[in-house]
């Protein structure tokens, strides 16, 4: 692994900051100087922070690294879901997604540009339908590498983002302590300024981590993963569920509901004769009830080399009749440009794939 050893500037709460440049000997307003060089302007080296000292520039050059990454590959266009590959200073590649206006997805005004971020590079959870999970773990990003995504595409779209979902490649819950190191930077004035109800993080299960972030007092929301009803249907498709099993699960998640005033969501992929049966529907919807969580189905996108499929409209229609028969407030994804809308993690799968195949 070549990752620098060298703190990252974006990886700093501003009180870090302080603490630093009370260290140089320099009056506490530097710090804010440069946050807002970071943040707001966004430059892209210690040279161009033009209001600080040389001297000061300089130890701070040779103190910390200042991380961009790099975009390597763009997909879709304007008005349609848009994928950025990213290449890390180590080489591996990350994506994010970026989705525009559309029905309110996780809790916000349908109005909003929603980003889905990656939280580490793989993931080791081996769902079975997921593309991040195929080729195993490498490693979890640091604060900065989730911060620069949001930045990147702001800059290559032109695009204020105001919606943040940790749904990329990765298990953000895996990562926790660098995921919420960087959501303080996303969310607090002196960094991106984005409220902490436009920020949702997604989970497979980590029931013990889901204990954790309920004592957060940061007021993000949550997803979890359920994509199975019961047991049975959720050990076929993710392993996790045999470490953390639906009831272990559920109670880490009426912990939550008790410490947390915002509403849970269940992400709830439908995949072809797996999960997605009358009964899966009535028992989610039990689900549902005992935590006032709202659910959000999103048909299977197939990946390639795996034998999932998504099951027809009318099945998906059907699903969904009963759960709203049930009173559950529940969405279903008919999304806009499928041809690339494959879920996060296939992107890089294929570059990898291409740069095999090609030598
Ligand atoms: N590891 C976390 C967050 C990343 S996955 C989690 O599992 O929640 C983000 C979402 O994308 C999850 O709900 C995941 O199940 C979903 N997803 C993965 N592969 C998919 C596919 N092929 N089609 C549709 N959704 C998929
Ligand atoms: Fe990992 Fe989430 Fe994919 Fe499962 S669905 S393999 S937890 S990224």
């Not at 943040?39 to 892209?44: D, G, I, N, S």
């Not at 595409?153 to 919606?163: A, F, M």
């Not at 007092?217 to 953390?244: C, F, K, W």
Request: glycine share 6%; proline share 4%.
């Amino acid at each position: 692994m070549t990752t620098s050893p060298t703190i990252d500037i974006k990886s700093l709460q501003l009180g870090e900051l302080e603490d630093k440049v009370r260290e140089l000997g320099q009056p506490l307003y530097r710090a804010r100087q440069i946050a807002d060089w970071l943040y707001q302007k966004r430059v892209q080296s210690f040279d161009e922070m033009t209001d600080l000292p040389q001297g000061l520039r300089k130890r701070l050059a040779e103190q910390f690294d200042f991380s961009k990454i790099d975009i390597v590959r763009v997909l879709g266009s304007r008005d349609t879901t848009r994928k950025f590959l990213f290449q890390l200073r180590d080489f591996n590649l990350i994506e994010s997604v970026l989705i525009p206006a559309s029905p309110a997805l996780y809790g916000s005004r349908s109005d909003r540009r929603t980003i889905c971020i990656s939280t580490q590079v793989g993931c080791a959870y081996g769902c079975k339908f997921c593309a991040s999970g195929l080729e195993g773990f490498s490693r979890n990003l640091k604060p900065n590498e989730i911060v620069d995504q949001i930045i990147a595409v702001e800059r290559e779209s032109g695009e204020k983002i105001d919606n943040i979902v940790f749904m990329g490649m990765g298990e953000p819950l895996a990562n926790l302590e660098n995921v919420l190191q960087a959501i303080r930077i996303i969310n607090a004035e002196w960094g991106l300024g984005v409220g902490a109800r436009h920020i949702t993080i997604s989970t497979s299960g980590l029931a013990p981590q889901i204990r954790k972030l309920a004592e957060e007092p940061l007021q993000i929301r949550l997803a979890v993963s359920l994509h199975g009803a019961t047991d049975e249907v959720r050990n076929r498709i993710m392993p996790i569920n045999r470490r953390y099993n639906i009831e272990t699960l559920l109670s880490a998640c009426d912990y939550y509901k008790a410490h947390k005033k915002q509403r849970l969501s269940f992400e709830y992929i439908l995949i072809a004769d797996v999960n997605d049966s009358d009964d899966q529907a009535r028992l989610l919807s039990r689900h549902a009830h005992r935590l006032s969580a709202k659910v959000n189905l999103i048909p299977y996108n197939s990946v390639s080399g795996l034998p999932w499929t998504r099951p027809s409209e009318k099945r998906q229609e059907k699903f969904l009749s009963i759960l709203r028969g049930e009173g559950i407030p529940v969405t279903l994804r008919r999304e806009k440009g499928h041809d690339i809308d494959a879920a996060c993690g296939q992107l890089r799968l294929q570059t990898e794939r291409e740069a095999l195949a090609s030598g």
